[in-house]
């Protein structure tokens, strides 16, 4: 089954980021924050497992990463979790996941000879990738130092709020409508925002350069 789908690696894995990022728009924001969005996660690790499946030694330890998020998903739906331990368990998980799978995609699409669609899903992947890693940085430190951003809308949960904050960091956007404002909370919005503009001069500048090196080549043959 692996191997059937790893050529088609970074189109699953950027459909299921997309899921993520915009269900709640299609499906009422309480049932999916309670049952689709933990599934839609679960889905994502797949996808990263998909992804890494000639990595073997990085594959297996997604693939732990995984079955320890269906175990804290299962304990969470019949009530059963302690909240103050599974929750902090539930954000290093996914923050490994996010870091190792980044670092990955990255790899992929730096060492690609050629620039094809899949390339192409999987530049912009790694991209939302980075901010999923600037969410759950964000998230880890609300949930250490309660208050350390300002502007959180009520009645909007905390997740759809630091998830917006970090792309909206992320993409140097900078509303000022949330605020980081403890000194944690500032150094984490200046590494998203370094994360977003590298991501954006290097990896994304290198994949434009081989495109135009390759659209010359084929017309060199021509």
């Known amino acids: 089954m692996l191997k059937r789908l790893y050529p088609y690696r970074f189109e699953v894995f950027f459909f299921s980021q997309i899921a993520i990022l915009f269900g709640s728009l299609i499906v009422p924001s309480i049932v999916f924050e309670t049952y689709l969005s933990p599934v839609l996660f679960l889905i994502n690790l797949f996808a990263g497992i998909v992804l890494l499946s000639k990595q073997k030694k990085t594959m297996w330890f997604l693939v732990a990463l995984l079955v320890l998020s269906a175990v804290i998903l299962g304990s969470e739906l019949i009530e059963a979790a302690n909240e103050n331990l599974v929750g902090p368990i539930k954000m290093l998980t996914y923050f490994l996941f996010y870091i190792v799978v980044t670092v990955e995609i990255i790899k ?35 949930m250490v130092y309660p208050n350390s951003f300002s502007g959180l809308i009520d009645g909007i949960s905390i997740t759809e709020n630091l998830m917006y904050y970090s792309y909206i960091t992320l993409l140097t956007i900078g509303y000022g409508d949330i605020l980081p404002v403890s000194a944690l909370a500032h150094k984490a919005d200046i590494l998203i925002g370094l994360m977003g503009q590298i991501y954006l001069v290097v990896i994304t500048a290198i994949v434009v350069g081989k495109y135009i090196n390759q659209l010359s080549i084929k017309n060199d043959k021509n």
Do not use: M
């Open 108 to 142: 992929q699409v730096w060492q690609a000879k050629k620039v094809s669609k899949n390339v192409i899903f999987g530049l912009v992947s790694g991209y939302i990738s980075l901010g999923l890693i600037g969410f759950f940085i964000c998230l880890s430190i609300e």
